[in-house]
């Protein structure tokens, strides 16, 4: 998720930042103030050792505590799909965006040919320990619906692209009779950035 990272940001928003890891990459590479939002309590401890501001608790909880006009970025990395109302969430960020800032996300996609090939041919929605359908997953997600949600909240799209492509042959032999139209099935996520639209 760092190549979407835009060049010499000041201040940087990690929701779901866990102990800190990604943050404090950010922080070394880009020199910026890096925040952290964090639900465990133990983890945000963590991550006060590596980065400049950590705030525990529930993501909805905790961004009115933070400042308006602030962040160049905000990532929300396998974070919204763990929200109650992520809709809500990445509206109330717009808020908390400085001028020209960006949030950048990475999102389950439930088309994604593992968990579609259950959906359709054996007919069943199951939870899983982790991956797309992770049991702590409350909200799911397809290319078109990211997009969606962050239209209507609006945003504007810079970047929206798949990532973690999977090398297995299945989604190849899927889209042969499908003459290659459904090419979203090889992508266990998706990758978007996007600005307040103006």
């Not at 940087?12 to 890096?34: H, I, L, P």
Request: charged share 30%.
């Amino acid at each position: 998720m760092l190549k979407y990272m835009p060049e010499k940001p000041k201040r940087v928003m990690d929701v779901g930042c866990g102990r800190g890891t990604f943050a404090a990459v950010v922080k070394e590479k880009t020199n910026a103030e890096v925040w952290g939002l964090e639900f465990m309590e133990a983890e945000a401890k963590e991550a006060e050792k590596v980065i400049d501001k950590v705030f525990a608790g529930p993501c909805e909880n905790n961004i009115d505590k933070l400042p308006d006009n602030y962040f160049d970025v905000v990532y929300f990395n396998d974070v919204l799909e763990h929200l109650t109302d992520p809709y809500w969430v990445v509206e109330k960020f717009k808020e908390k965006l400085a001028p020209n800032g960006i949030v950048i996300s990475s999102i389950p996609n439930l088309r994604y040919h593992n968990a579609l090939w259950s959906l359709m041919f054996k007919k069943d929605f199951r939870y899983r320990r982790s991956g797309v359908m992770d049991h702590t997953h409350l909200r799911f997600f397809t290319k078109k619906s990211i997009r969606r949600m962050y239209e209507e909240k609006g945003y504007e799209i810079i970047v929206h692209e798949g990532i973690n492509r999977s090398k297995s042959l299945k989604p190849i032999l899927y889209n042969i009779p499908l003459l290659f139209m459904h090419t979203d099935i090889f992508y266990p996520q998706f990758a978007t950035v996007a600005k307040v639209r103006k």
